[in-house]
C-alpha cells in the first residue's frame, strides 16, 4: 500500500490542469511586456572583518569611490588592511514601462573572497542594462536569510551568506518605454510550443472578436490584428484576451530526474503490452576488527596483533516476469505498482521500456 501511494504521488501531476481550460495570461504573453535584466558593480561596506582580503577589483574601486568624495587614498594602502568591504555584481529585473520613481527588488551577490555579506550595506550602485544606460540606482542594507558563525576548527553556516537581497533597493531612474495603445498589431507568445494549443487559441480569440483578427503563425505564435473598435484602446483589449479560457493540448511525455528518482508521467502516455522483469542485486561488506593474542607458551617477542575479519554477503531478489500496458493513467499506474520498485527503479525501467519501442512517449532525462 506504501509503494502505490509514492507511485501516486509522482503521477498526480498528470492528472491536473489537462481537465479544465487555462486562461491565456496563464499560457502565453504579449510581446512587449517583458522583463529587463539589469546589472551594476557595488561596493558592500560594514561587514564585520568577513569582507574580500585580496583582489585590485575591490581596493581600486573603493579607492575611486573615496577620491570622488574628495578623500585621496592610494590603493595599495588599504590593501590586506580592511576586511570589511567586498566587491559585488547587483541585478535587477526592470518591467516595461514601470514609471521613474517606482522601487525593484535588487539581489547582491560577491564576486571576491569575502566569508559573508551578513550586516553589509550596498553603497549607491548604477544599474545598467544592455544598451549601457543606467534605469535604476541600488542602494541599501542587505539581507541574507542566513548567518555564518564560528571560530577556531568549528563553523556554522545557514543559507548561503555571500549572496542577499535588498527588497525595493533600486529607484527606477528611466522606464523602459513600449507604445502599446498606438499598436495595430500585436502578438501572443506561448510559453509552450504546441500547434493544437496556439490554433485553439486562435480560434478563442476569433470567437471573442466576432471576426478573423488572430492567426497562428508558428507553434508559439499567435499574431493578432486589433479590431477599430479597440483603436488607441490596445490596452483594454489585451486585458480582456488574456482572461480567456482555452483548452490546452499536452504532448504525451515523461520527465524523469535521475538525481533525485522523481518521475513525472503525463496524462497522454501510453504503454503498450509489453513482459518485463525486473530484480536486484544486493552485496554487503561488512568488516570487524579481531584481536589475536600470543599463547602463554609463545616464544619471547610476541605481539598482540590486530586483524580485520571480512564478511560478504551476496543476496539477489527473485525476478519474475510481469505484463506491463496501459491504455489510461488508472490503468499504467495499476500496471507498474505490481512491479513493487522504487522511484528510482522507475527511471530504470522507463528507459528500458523506451528502448524497446513500447512507450508512446517522448522520455525527457533531466
Not at 587614498?73 to 568591504?85: E, F, H, L, M, S
Not at 573572497?113 to 544606460?133: E, N, R
Not at 548567518?147 to 527606477?172: D, E
Not at 477599430?228 to 520527465?255: F, G, I, Q
Amino acid at each position: 500500500m506504501m509503494k502505490m501511494t509514492i507511485l501516486n504521488i509522482l503521477l498526480i501531476f498528470c492528472l491536473v490542469g489537462s481537465a479544465y481550460a487555462e486562461r491565456i495570461k496563464d499560457i502565453a504573453n504579449f510581446s512587449g511586456i517583458r522583463e529587463n535584466e539589469l546589472v551594476g558593480y557595488g561596493i558592500v561596506v560594514g561587514l564585520n572583518g568577513t569582507g574580500d582580503k585580496d583582489g585590485t577589483y575591490i581596493f581600486q574601486p573603493f579607492a575611486n569611490m573615496l577620491t570622488k568624495m574628495g578623500i585621496t587614498v592610494n590603493p595599495a594602502d588599504i590593501k590586506g588592511k580592511t576586511k570589511n568591504i567586498a566587491a559585488v555584481m547587483v541585478t535587477a529585473r526592470l518591467q516595461t514601462m514601470v514609471k521613474p520613481g517606482s522601487r525593484v527588488d535588487v539581489q547582491v551577490s560577491s564576486i571576491g573572497d569575502a566569508k559573508s555579506l551578513q550586516g553589509g550595506t550596498l553603497i549607491l550602485t548604477p544599474l545598467k542594462g544592455p544598451d549601457g544606460k543606467v534605469y535604476a540606482l541600488a542602494q541599501g542594507p542587505i539581507s541574507i536569510g542566513g548567518f555564518l558563525a564560528g571560530g577556531t576548527g568549528a563553523q556554522a553556516i545557514k543559507n548561503h551568506p555571500n549572496v542577499g537581497t535588498i527588497p525595493n533597493g533600486a529607484i527606477v531612474e528611466a522606464e523602459v518605454p513600449v507604445q502599446l495603445n498606438k499598436k495595430d498589431r500585436i502578438d501572443l507568445n506561448l510559453m509552450t510550443q504546441d500547434l493544437t494549443t496556439a490554433k485553439a487559441t486562435a480560434e478563442r480569440i476569433n470567437s471573442f472578436l466576432k471576426g478573423q483578427y488572430a492567426k497562428a503563425e508558428s507553434p508559439s505564435n499567435i499574431s493578432i490584428t486589433v479590431p477599430e473598435e479597440y483603436s488607441n484602446r490596445v490596452v483594454d483589449l489585451m486585458a480582456s484576451l488574456e482572461t480567456l479560457e482555452v483548452k490546452v493540448d499536452t504532448p504525451a511525455r515523461v520527465v524523469v530526474n535521475e538525481r533525485t528518482g522523481t518521475v513525472v508521467i503525463g496524462e497522454n502516455v501510453r504503454i503498450s503490452p509489453v513482459a518485463l522483469s525486473h530484480g536486484g542485486l544486493t552485496i554487503q561488506i561488512k568488516s570487524e576488527p579481531v584481536v589475536s593474542q600470543p599463547s602463554p607458551l609463545a616464544p619471547a617477542g610476541a605481539q598482540t596483533v590486530v586483524t580485520q575479519q571480512t564478511d560478504v554477503k551476496v543476496e539477489e531478489k527473485k525476478a519474475s516476469l510481469t505484463e506491463i500496458k496501459g491504455a489510461t493513467i488508472g490503468q499504467l499506474t495499476k500496471a507498474l505498482n505490481t512491479l513493487g520498485v522504487t522511484p528510482k527503479d522507475l527511471v530504470a525501467i522507463l528507459q528500458a521500456i523506451k528502448a524497446s519501442g513500447a512507450l508512446k512517449a517522448d522520455l525527457v532525462i533531466m
